[in-house]
């Protein structure tokens, strides 16, 4: 099949290297020259583990090609996926220009019948918006299909090439036979490619997203009270976790989540529903949680420090949002920095992918180490951020001597809290006993 893919941000490239790896040709369409220039020479914009190897294999197989030419990718397509930014408004709802857009420039330069696929995370009601923009320039007939994404940054080529599902909304017969066979290659394990209204598919989007914000805030708030009444929230959730009913997935207690989706999606979702007269009062209060977990793990320095941070230099492991990205997108690592800086402290960060990023976002007002050990030097105290693989089993006594104190905070509950008490460590976690 020939598809192109409009948008090469962190959507757009996993899904045309990935309908690419199936054997289709795929046009991978930006407005953005550098980037494109990037990606022709196997520069990607973003770290996410086995892409790379896909955009290289693919490109050197010529089943894949970046072009800044909208015109060269979606003339020959059959399918064309609309992956750009929805970036969040003043009131959080999401802004579909640039959808919008996209969607007229896919009118014009259609040749054929097409399939014009939403990839992007668009609010419930902004297909029948992208058929009216595809309309006023599409000399040629057309469907449009809501297919949204559930890729999770750190594993979305593995998520992609193995979904636990693919939702489709269609609008047509065509669109259907279409999309059932592009998807095939997918579902070959007998994981279902599930087909509901296309209003049904924009909205499945929004309520995964918010359940699962809705898991963490309420893990991270339950956690908050273990602490306060001296139960042990890992105990917890291994006791609620084997409830069927309830499942092991995102019950891990934390400082808060942060990346592209959950914080933009469930501010959109409560702006819909306002504007439908319906207010989410739990999507509400899980934001509010969010936005109050995210101070957490400053506070449990400056207590560890005795309450004044003036002079002192912290060391932070991790700074991406979650390990396996180099996304620092609403990352908690943020929020823990301005408080240390605010109150007059110093920082020296290390992260595997994101000091790159972290750089433009945050300049020289943090210092970056080349290693994690590197980031001990002088440091009064340890903060563990994000839970990369290489932060879970350090060398307790080379931390130790590095740093000027043995203070640990924990904000990934990685450690064992006896282990930590028989070190000898000062180690503060979330919802568990200090040591």
Known sequence: MNISVIGTGYVGLVVGACLAETGNNVWCADIDHKKIDGLKKNILPIYEPGLETLVERN????????????????APSEVVFIAVGTPPGEDGSADLRYVLDVATVIGRY???????????????????????????????????????????????????????RVVLGVDSDRARRVMMDLYAPFVRTGKPIILMDVAS??????????????????????????????????????GIGSDSRIGQSFLFAGPGYGGSCFPKDVKALVQTAIECGLPLNVLK???????????????????????????????????????????????????????????????????PAAVDHARALLGNRIDYA???????????AL????????????????????????????????????RMRELGVRYYSIGRPSA
């Open 59 to 74: 490109q050197s197989e010529q089943r894949l090609t970046f072009t800044t030419d909208l015109k060269e990718a979606i």
């Open 110 to 164: 259609m040749t054929r019948p097409t399939v014009v696929v939403t990839k992007s995370t668009v609010p419930v009601g902004s297909a029948r918006k992208v058929v009216a923009a595809v309309a006023k320039e599409a000399k040629f007939d057309f469907s449009v299909c809501s297919n949204p994404e559930f890729l999770k940054e750190g594993a979305a080529v593995e998520d992609f090439m193995r979904p636990d």
């Open 201 to 238: 598919a924009e909205m499945t989007k929004y309520a995964a997203n918010g359940m699962l914000a809705t898991r963490i805030s309420f893990m991270n708030e339950l956690a908050n009270l273990c602490e306060a009444l001296g139960a042990n929230v890992d105990l917890v959730r291994k």
């Open 285 to 351: 209060a899980v934001e509010a949680a969010n936005v109050r977990q995210k101070q957490v793990l400053a506070e449990k320095v400056k207590s560890a420090l005795g309450g004044d941070l003036s002079g002192r230099r912290i060391a932070v492991w991790g700074l991406a949002f979650k390990a396996g990205t180099d996304d620092m997108r609403e990352a908690p690592s943020l929020a823990l920095i301005e408080a240390l800086l605010a109150g007059r402290a110093s920082v020296c960060a290390h992260d």
């Open 370 to 380: 080349e290693t994690n050990y590197e980031a001990l030097k002088d440091a009064d």
């Open 383 to 418: 903060v563990v951020v994000t839970d990369w693989n290489e932060y879970r089993n350090p060398d307790f006594d080379r931390v130790k001597r590095t740093l000027k104190q043995p203070v640990i905070v924990d904000g990934r509950n990685l450690y064992d809290v006896e």
